[in-house]
Structures are given as C-alpha cells and as structure tokens.
C-alpha cells in the first residue's frame, strides 16, 4: 500500500487537494495540472491591448525580474488566482503548454521557482483518412454552395464560442488581405464562422422561419431575436462592411449552437459534424487573444487543414516540439511583435498599449499571415495526402495515449519516487 496521489484538473480543483492534506497529511502525494493562468485571462480579456499588450509587459516584466501583481496590481478578487497561488504547495505543477508555465512564472512568488512541466493536452487517437477528409469536404462544400448559391473555390471555416477571448474579429483583419490575393488568383471563398454568443440556441422553428424571410443565415436581422449580445457587434460592425467591400471572400455567421439534426437549419446537409468543419476545410482560424492549448484548431492541423493561428495559442509550440519544426499547414499570425520603429523599454510601455496600438498591430500583422496562406491553399489531392500523412505522424506523440506514457505518468512516478526519498531521509535524520 504505497501512496495515494490526488490529482487537481485547474484552480478548482484545489480545494480537493487541500483536503487530503488536512485528513491524511503523510498518505497523498498532490499533482497541479494547471490549464490556464486565471489572471492572465482576466487581464487578457479585460484590458483594451488585450495580448499584444499583456505578453509584451510579460517578456519585459522577466528581464526587470517583475512579477505579475506588481504591474497589475492586486487579483485577490480573483477566487481562482488564490486557489492557483496554494498550487505551489503539491508535489508537483504541470502546464499545459509552454505559454501556461510562462505565465505561472510570472505569477511569481513561489512559482518563480517551482519546476514546471509541460504536459500538453491529447489529440484523438482516431486517424483521419483521405476517404474521411474527402467526405467531410463534399459535405462542407454542398452547404458552403447552397448558402452562398455558388461554387466557391476555397471554404473557410471557424468554429468557436463567442467570447472575447476568441478573437472572432481577426479573422475578418485577415479575409480583408485574402480578399485581394483570391481575386489576383480569380479565386473565390466562403468563410464560415459558427458561433453563437449564448448556450441555448434558437428554436428550430425560428430558423424555419427566418430562413424563409430573409435567407438565414447568410442575412440577419437585429431586433427580432436573431442577433443576440455580441452577435450583433460583429455582424454589423465587422461582417456586413466587410461583405460590402470585398469582392472574392464573403463571410457567414452561423449563429447557432449545438450541431443536433435541424438545429441548424434546412440546408444543411444530413449527418453533417463539427468534424466536417475541421477536416474539410480549406482553412481553419484560430486566433485567439488568449488561448493556453487551442485543441480544435491543433486537430484541425493534424487532419492536413490549413490553420491560421495566433502565435498566443498553446499548441503552436506543441506542435512545434513533436514535429521538430513548424508544420507546413500551420499559419502563425504573431499579434504580439510589434512593427518596426515601436519600441518598448519597459514594462510599462507595454502596459500602455491600448486598442489603438492593438488595432494597428493587428492590421499590419495579419498582412504576412494572409500572404503565407494565399502560399499554401491549394486544391492539390497530393499536397493535402502529405500534409495529412504529416499530421497522423504528430498524431502518435500528441494523441493521449502518447501524452499519458511519455509525460503524464512518468511525471506522477517522479512524484511518487521523490516524496517518498524525501521522507525516507527525513526519517532517517531523526
């Protein structure tokens, strides 16, 4: 009867831990596995800079030895930053990627210097095939063609809840370049975004009857139920005046959640998945303001899909790490680097970037980004085999059965075998 190990999935799950050394101080070994840093999501989202902002104050803040709290003050109103700060009493912390562990390190206090390891989250064991993907595209491609009443050449696709976080507008910054690149090529696209800003959805005799009205969802109205919160923000704002502009890509909102038969309306085809979304595609974004993994894009990528990614998403450097370098369907847009001729000399130059400086950034940034993709979209069966044959070998290290044999359980032995040593010797000494 060796030690029992408790083991603490984020900040709420402390309090588990903390009881087992209450009860039983001598009979629990603790394990922290931290999936984000709540703070620096709080901060991330709130603040105008959003991460181009918070990750520069961060690389400063490490050169000038400053911790997080002492920029930004206090984050005791945080109940999850209190939980995650006693992290630092368990056996051992794991981060779920490398972002996560800089963050906890510029937390500070004991996790400047705690050992941190980086477990990154498991991918599906399931293999995509090219019978699959070639599924997946025909039924993507029959939808993108009845919304938009043509053929596109390319379907871009993202799909992700509506929050600030997921840095839905970007993805808009990126189209206005494509736009220009597409029509240099005579190419056309479709990009479709489904995400809805609340959990429980529309009725399905609401779309019934919007689809009939005015063509849900390729139009919206405001005011009837159809927009709703920051949907229509970004329809308005964002869609409708890129849509005016643009004369190659045109943008769709699909405003529903969940993917159960007809929630989504009548066009979209039988037995039609999340799954087509990722794996069908001609393009999957991803570019989130803050994001400690990003799982479904990093899917997407293994499947052979192109994903435009934010250079913040956790599993850029995971990705990264099992491949040995970049993969070639992996776009970064690094919203972070600022242009040439903005410098930053402190921590507190970075803090004060706002939305102005962002949406410059952002504008400039996501030029190369659209560029790069223009490179590597393609309607080549034999680049899209290589670039899927590329992915299943990530696959293998990523998947969880690799995760949980090469990481996950050798940390939790070496928590076993060092506490136990280290009560052996303090034994010994009285």
């Known amino acids: 009867d060796g030690p029992k190990i408790a083991i603490a999935h984020g900040s709420l799950g402390m309090p588990l831990l903390l009881a087992t050394e209450l009860d039983e101080p001598t009979a629990w070994r603790t394990l922290f596995y931290a999936y984000e840093t709540p703070a620096a999501r709080q901060i991330v989202e709130r603040r105008a800079g959003h991460d181009t902002s918070f990750y520069n104050v961060m690389a400063k803040a490490r050169v000038a030895k ?47 210097g705690v050992p941190l390891e980086v477990v990154p989250l498991g991918m599906t064991g399931k293999a995509v095939t090219p019978a699959d993907r070639a599924d997946a595209a025909g039924r993507l491609r029959a939808y993108a063609a009845t919304l938009a009443g043509f053929e596109p050449d390319f379907v871009f696709t993202h799909v992700d809840p509506m929050t600030v976080s997921k840095g839905l507008w970007r993805d808009v910054r990126v189209l206005e370049h494509l736009d220009g690149q597409l029509k240099r090529q005579g190419c056309r696209a479709l990009y479709l975004l489904f995400s809805s800003s609340t959990a429980d959805g529309h009725a399905p005799e ?36 890129f849509n005016r502009r643009a004369g190659n890509v045109r943008a769709i909102l699909i405003n529903q959640a969940g993917w159960g038969e007809g929630s ?35 899917e997407a990528a293994l499947a052979g899909t192109p994903v435009c990614m934010s250079n913040v998403c956790g599993s850029v450097p995971a990705l990264r790490k099992a491949a040995g370098e970049l993969p070639e369907n992996v776009i970064v847009a690094d919203y972070v680097k600022m242009p040439p001729g903005y410098w930053l000399g402190s921590p507190y130059d970075a803090l004060a970037i706002d939305q102005g400086v962002r949406d410059w950034v952002e504008q400039k940034n996501s030029l190369p980004a659209a560029h790069t993709l223009a490179q590597r979209l393609t309607v080549d069966d034999a680049v899209r085999s290589a670039r899927l044959e590329s992915g299943e070998r990530i696959r293998a290290a990523l998947c969880w059965d690799g995760i949980a044999e090469n990481m996950f359980l050798p940390a939790m032995r070496r928590v076993l075998q060092t506490t136990v040593r ?8 009285r």
């Open 66 to 112: 400053l911790a997080l709290e002492t920029i930004y003050g206090s984050q005791d109103d945080l109940p999850e930053h209190a939980l995650l700060r006693l992290a630092t009493t368990c056996d051992a912390v794991l981060a779920v990627s490398e972002h996560v562990a800089d963050e906890l390190r510029f937390v500070g206090g004991r996790f400047a």
């Open 206 to 241: 609401e779309l019934t009857a919007w689809e009939a009205e005015y063509g849900w969802p390729v139009q919206h109205r405001a005011g009837n139920g159809d927009l709703r919160e920051t949907e229509a923000a970004l329809y308005l704002e964002a869609f409708e005046p």
């Open 264 to 298: 989504l309306g009548r066009r979209m085809p039988p037995g039609m998945t999340v799954a087509d979304c990722l794996h069908g595609a001609d393009l999957v974004f991803g570019q989130s303001i803050y994001e400690p993994f990003g799982l479904r894009t990093a």
């Open 422 to 429: 280290r009560k052996s010797t303090s034994q010994l000494k």
